[in-house]
């Protein structure tokens, strides 16, 4: 009875972890693994780690919030609200997941705007663009005049 615990003990022996690839998908990349980025001594204390978790979201709350106010108003809203993204991706694995999905399709779209045919069909439209507000510009001008503020009449 002995001999056949011992054998089970020794057969048993735990797999050494994987390392973190900071991917969902198993795939090796040079992003950072996923998880709380919070201190070591916060991380040991369940209580004061969850404190710290509702600070970090607070936080990156009320960043978000400022960035969607910013939005319609004047001020650098999507930046703002990124910034908050950012914000949560140091405590939460879904903001990290976002904002890493949010890079990937930046790059790719910067990617795309370099290449000649892209470019050269934006600058062709952009053109025409161009060229039908200022022939607008102009038919009004042309019907109406040009009025300075300070010569309206009363």
Known sequence: MKAESDERGRGAEPAA?????????????????????????????????????V????????????????????????????????IWATEFVWAQLVLRWTKRKVTEAAQRALDPRVRRRNIILTTIGLVIIAALVGVYVWKYGIVMPWKIPR
């Open 55 to 86: 600070g970090v979201f607070v936080v990156g709350l009320a960043v978000v919030g400022a960035g969607i106010v910013m939005l319609p108003l004047p001020g650098p809203g999507w930046v703002v609200i990124f910034g908050g993204m950012a």
């Open 17 to 53: 972890p994987e390392p973190a690839t900071g991917d969902v998908t198993g795939r090796e990349t040079d992003e950072p693994a996923l998880g709380s980025r919070a201190p070591g001594f916060i991380k040991a204390r369940r209580t004061l780690h969850l404190s710290w978790q």
